[in-house]
């Protein structure tokens, strides 16, 4: 699986856009990259995937460049609640279980 | 539906006993999967089970057994305790197939060896 970096952390205004990035420069044409969150004390809780095109759901966008050599989740409208380490994984399409998280971005919302 | 849960929420053990954490899910899923955190650190996969009588070793397996009778259960048993054991463990689940690798994690188990 591709290695990903992310900065450690991000301060974000209350009700403002949130935009995290991750870096994925050795990213196979067949690895998704996947974004989960981690509210202290509690279990990682998945928000988003994508291959090639930008992803939307209910909680996040999720935009990938051209080369897909990076990306970036976009929280629109963050708020308190949204304050959690976040994971940017790549895991290639298939086989196993070995999701590999790294130590993320502690992505801090104040008011 | 529970989702997956996990018990006991905390444990303290001695150097040297042994003992199993529960992980259940009711969500028909293949795969479950147990991690553990560490302080400051990433997740990092212990052992893993995509399917009943079948499991396979992670990242850490050292120290730790796992069995799969039955879809829903997958228990974590620490065979000798040692300090070095003293973490959060997660469990996971999701379903098989392609491109699907949406995990659901459950609450966690604080464990403390001393």
């Known amino acids: 699986d591709a290695k990903t970096t992310q900065p450690p952390s991000m301060d974000c205004a209350e009700g403002r856009a949130a935009n995290l990035p991750c870096n994925h420069s050795?990213?196979?044409?067949?690895?998704?990259v996947y974004w989960y969150r981690q509210i202290h004390s509690q279990g990682p809780q998945y928000i988003i995937h994508g291959l090639k095109n930008n992803e939307t759901n209910e909680m996040a966008s999720l935009i990938i460049t051209e080369d897909r050599k990076s990306s970036t989740l976009i929280l629109p409208h963050a708020t308190l609640r949204d304050t959690a380490v976040y994971y940017c994984i790549v895991r290639v399409e298939g086989g196993g279980n070995k999701l590999t998280f790294g130590t993320g971005t502690q992505l801090k919302v104040e008011l | 539906n529970a989702g997956v849960t996990q018990t006991p929420k905390f444990q303290v053990l001695k150097t040297g006993q042994s003992m199993t954490l529960q992980c259940a899910q009711d969500m028909n899923h293949e795969y479950m999967s147990w991690y553990r955190q560490d302080p400051g650190m990433g997740l990092r996969l212990i052992h893993y089970?995509?399917?009943?009588?079948?499991?396979d070793q992670g990242e850490v397996p050292n120290g730790y057994n796992v069995s799969r009778s039955t879809t829903e259960d997958f228990p974590l048993r620490l065979l000798s305790a040692a300090p070095s054991q003293t973490s959060v463990y997660f469990c996971?689940?999701?379903?098989?197939?392609?491109?699907?690798?949406?995990?659901?994690f459950g609450p966690g188990t604080r464990l403390t060896v001393t």
């Open positions: 050795t990213i196979s044409g067949n690895e998704y």
């Open positions: 996971a689940s999701r379903v098989a197939g392609t491109g699907r690798y949406e995990q659901y």
């Open positions: 089970s995509v399917g009943a009588g079948i499991t």
